[in-house]
């Protein structure tokens, strides 16, 4: 019932802006009950938390992102975003958006996942 699909372009020039977008649909994502998160992974590497827009437009990032990532929501179009500027070569990945559900408590609370887009920063 509830889908989560990532959009974007799949290709991102060093030092430009990589902008993502992901569409719920089944759910709103303005129901008090759940967050809305940014998760990638690197080739051969582990997943990495981004960030979280909550139902009410509050933002957390990860430290190590914080100075380059904003996450939005546009509640007319219920979908979220992801922004991250001054890409290099590292930001390399498969970005996935994913519901966090506050009456699930652990890893368990990422209960609804995109299926992931390709996103590869090069020349």
């Known amino acids: 019932q509830v889908q989560l699909q990532e959009s974007g372009p799949g290709l991102v020039k060093p030092s430009q802006t990589l902008s993502l977008a992901c569409t719920v649909s089944g759910e709103s994502i303005t129901n008090g009950n759940y967050a809305w998160s940014w998760i990638r992974q690197p080739p051969g590497k582990g997943l990495e938390w981004m960030g979280v827009?909550?139902?009410?437009?509050?933002?957390a990032y990860s430290p190590s992102l914080k100075s380059r990532t904003s996450i939005s929501s546009d509640t007319s179009k219920n979908m979220f975003s992801l922004q991250l500027s001054s890409v290099t070569p590292e930001d390399t990945a498969v970005y996935y958006c994913?519901?966090?559900?506050?009456?699930?408590?652990?890893?368990?609370?990422?209960?609804?996942w995109g299926q992931g887009t390709q996103v590869t920063v090069s020349s």
């Open positions: 994913a519901r966090i559900s506050y009456w699930i408590a652990g890893p368990g609370m990422y209960n609804y």
């Open positions: 827009i909550t139902s009410s437009g509050s933002t």
